[in-house]
Structures are given as C-alpha cells and as structure tokens.
C-alpha cells in the first residue's frame, strides 16, 4: 500500500516534515480559547460543585456508562482520577444544562470516548448543513 510523503507543518513559517498536519512543537492546545463553565452554561463555580456533589451521592460515585467506582481521596489525593460530570445529553443537541436526570459522572476513559463520538456527530451535522 503506497504511503504519501510528509509535508510541512502547516503552522505558518515552520519547515518541519510531518506525516500530516502539524509538527509537535505547534499542535494546538484542546480546549484553548474555550470559556469557562460559567461562560458555557451559565453556571458558577460553586453551582457546578454541588451539582457533582449531588450526582455523586445519587450514582454512589460510578461512572453512569461502564460502572467503575470513583477512587477514594487517600488513594487519589491530588484528584487526577477523579470522575467527571458530564451531560448525559448534550447541551448542542438539546440537553438541559442543570437538570439532575441529564447530568451523570463519567471516569476519563469512557469520557474521551464519548466527546469523540459527540465531536465526529457535530462534524458530520455541520458538513450536512453546508
């Protein structure tokens, strides 16, 4: 099977040879220039915090889709396994932003796997409408 040649990075002035797209040095930042949560939905802070507070009390802290338990604080002290909250639905595709039955814990795994197939679905719909 023929491979294609590199070509270079495609951000401006860089000579680098990459297989496709952009070199390492100049991939771009997920989630730059992004809002924050309160920009996004229009929730605070705090808001946020009691809402995770709650549906982890309601789904005894397991993600909603493989069912893995959260890890303890004194096995995860700086909080880096921590499960997510997420919307069941998404806000884009009619999701309510505060309403408890759409918002669920998520582990990061399943997470990253779940806003890749939100993101190709927003694509997809996009290209559709062109």
């Not at 997809?124 to 409408?129: D, W």
């Amino acid at each position: 099977m023929p491979t294609r040649p590199p070509s270079r990075c495609a951000h401006p002035g860089c000579g680098a040879l990459v297989p496709k797209g952009r070199c390492e040095q100049h991939q771009r930042i997920p989630w730059a220039g992004r809002d924050d949560k309160a920009a996004r939905y229009g929730i605070s802070s705090g808001r946020w915090r009691t809402l995770k507070r709650r549906v982890t009390e309601r789904d005894n802290g397991c993600c909603y889709r493989c069912g893995i338990e959260q890890p303890d604080r004194d096995d995860d002290p700086d909080g880096e396994q921590q499960h997510e909250l997420d919307h069941i639905i998404p806000i884009s595709e009619g999701g309510a932003v505060e309403d408890l039955d759409n918002l669920g814990l998520i582990c990061q795994s399943c997470h990253l796997i779940k806003s890749k197939a939100e993101a190709a679905r927003a694509n997809r719909a996009r290209r559709h409408r062109r």
